[in-house]
C-alpha cells in the first residue's frame, strides 16, 4: 500500500522558518503528482502547495514568495520550505499524492498522517 509519512513539524515564532519532509513508500513513483494540504481547527482544508512529475509548481496565494514545494524523486521524498511563517500557518499539514493521469495540481488520492505546525506570535 502507499505510505506517506511526514516529519519536520513544531513550534516555531512568527518570521522563523521550517521544513517539512514526507517520505513516500509504497506505489510512488516519479509519475506521481505530490502535494502540501493544510487543516487549521475548525476550517476546511486548503492545498498549499503542489508539484507535478515534472517539476511544474502551483501555490496558494496565502503562502506565494514564502514558501516552496519540493522532490527529490530518486529517493520519492517531497518537501515543504516554509519562511516568513505567520500565525495563520499554524495548521496540521498533511502530504499528499494523486495518481498518474488526474490533474496534477490537486493531488488528493493519498493522504499521510499530518504533523502540526504551530507558529507564536
Known amino acids: 500500500q502507499v505510505q506517506l509519512v511526514e516529519s519536520g513539524g513544531g513550534l516555531v515564532q512568527t518570521g522563523g522558518s521550517l521544513r517539512l519532509s514526507c517520505a513516500a513508500s509504497?506505489?510512488?513513483?516519479?509519475?506521481?503528482?505530490m502535494g502540501w494540504y493544510r487543516q487549521a481547527p475548525g476550517k476546511q482544508r486548503e492545498l498549499v502547495a503542489a508539484?507535478?512529475?515534472?517539476?511544474?509548481?502551483k501555490y496558494a496565494d496565502s503562502v506565494k514568495g514564502r514558501f516552496t514545494i519540493s522532490r527529490d524523486n530518486a529517493n520519492n521524498t517531497v518537501y515543504l520550505q516554509m519562511n516568513s511563517l505567520k500565525p495563520e500557518d499554524t495548521a496540521v499539514y498533511y502530504c499528499t499524492a494523486e495518481r498518474p493521469g488526474s490533474r496534477w495540481d490537486k493531488p488528493d488520492d493519498y493522504w499521510g498522517q499530518g504533523t502540526q505546525v504551530t507558529v507564536s506570535s
Open positions: 508539484i507535478s512529475s515534472r517539476g511544474s509548481t
Open positions: 509504497g506505489s510512488i513513483f516519479s509519475t506521481n503528482a
